[in-house]
């Protein structure tokens, strides 16, 4: 008789705390929808589709790595400006190309240190985020307009 007890309080507990869980979310936004929503949030130069092998060869990740990538960015490089979004094709590509995103983003801010140090303040303010396998960079105009637009979207 405890052993039947014992084993119904067991099967509450855990129909119980499966009710526990995260809500299940909707379908996560696309990575152009993420970049559009970016796009909208500031008042950026007027910004360029990058291809994707511009994106692979700028960023060193391999076309493998990458489930869907989104770069936009100032054409005439006179401004850091960009939005870069890319969905990792996996779990565990996500970090290389986390890694690929922040060395880019160094980069940016070593080349403009020179060419255009007025900008450094948009570089500095820039920051490479994540949630699950898609990662973002954004160097805008308006830091807290396109963060705030980033966590809406997400």
Known sequence: MKKICFVSLLLFLALALSGCGAAPQGPQATCQQIAQALQDAADFQPLTAMTDKYIEKYLLVDGDQ?????????????????????????????????????????????????????????????????????????????????????????
Do not use: C, H
């Open 66 to 154: 990458l489930s869907q990538a989104v770069m936009l960015q100032d054409a005439t490089r006179a401004t850091p400006e960009m939005i870069l979004v890319l969905a990792a094709a996996d779990e565990k590509n996500a970090d290389a190309v986390q890694q690929a995103a922040q060395d880019f983003l160094e980069e940016q801010r070593t080349a403009y240190r020179d060419y255009q140090p007025d900008e450094i303040p948009k570089l500095e303010k820039a920051r490479v985020q994540r949630k699950g396998t898609v990662i973002v960079l954004v160097v805008s105009p308006d830091a807290e307009k396109t963060d705030a637009a980033l966590a809406a979207t997400w």
